[in-house]
């Protein structure tokens, strides 16, 4: 059985290590994690949590609007490719969308490029490389 909720910042922690920071010196904690306003939603399968993603809100200069910053997307290692990034990020748009929020933004690494542009988001100027991490695009959807 599949469920998504509304959960603790601290219960994305394991998913966010192993699957965003494995072999990293990075830390797993994201600036706006504990505010108030930060959305951060699980996937459970079985009981199981297999996917996580956070929703900070955080504007992009580059955009106009009420916008949230997509960080932590991540779904386990062997729950991938069942379509559980798909709802979840549905999930939140729905619930963002509720709160009047006109955009949503995120880092992408280039190689997840193509999950966002399945679920309608665009890419927005050049490739960009973060520490550790890799090559990056900045990708936005609006959503109202
Ligand atoms: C990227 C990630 C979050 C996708 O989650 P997921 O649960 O595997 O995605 P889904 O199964 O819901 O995929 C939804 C759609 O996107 C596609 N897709 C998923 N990952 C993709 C990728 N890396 N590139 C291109 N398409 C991708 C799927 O094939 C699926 O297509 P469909 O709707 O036509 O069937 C997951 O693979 C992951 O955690 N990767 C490692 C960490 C990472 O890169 N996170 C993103 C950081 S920006």
């Known amino acids: 059985m599949i469920r998504i909720e509304r959960i603790e910042v601290e219960q994305t922690y394991p998913l966010r290590?192993?699957?965003l920071r494995k072999g990293?010196?990075?830390?797993?904690?994201?600036?706006?994690d504990e505010d108030k306003s930060s959305l951060?939603?699980?996937?459970?399968s079985d009981m199981e949590l297999v996917c996580v993603c956070s929703?900070?809100?955080?504007?992009?200069?580059?955009?106009?609007?009420?916008?949230y910053q997509l960080r932590?997307?991540?779904?386990?290692?062997?729950a991938q490719g069942q379509g559980h990034g798909k709802?979840?990020?549905?999930?939140a748009e729905e619930i963002l969308e509720?709160?009047?929020?006109?955009l949503i933004w995120c880092n992408a690494r280039t190689r997840a490029t193509?999950?966002?542009?399945?679920?309608?988001?665009?890419?927005?100027?050049?490739?960009?490389?973060?520490?550790?991490?890799?090559?990056?695009?900045?990708m936005f959807k609006k959503i109202r």
């Open 17 to 19: 290590k192993e699957i």
């Open 24 to 32: 990293m010196t990075l830390s797993h904690k994201m600036p706006g």
């Open 40 to 44: 951060h939603l699980g996937l459970f």
């Open 55 to 67: 929703f900070m809100k955080n504007s992009n200069k580059e955009f106009s609007g009420f916008q």
């Open 72 to 78: 932590g997307m991540a779904t386990s290692e062997k």
């Open 87 to 91: 709802l979840i990020m549905n999930e």
């Open 98 to 102: 509720k709160q009047g929020v006109d």
């Open 114 to 138: 193509g999950f966002y542009e399945k679920l309608g988001y665009q890419k927005a100027g050049n490739e960009f490389h973060v520490p550790q991490v890799g090559p990056h695009y900045v």
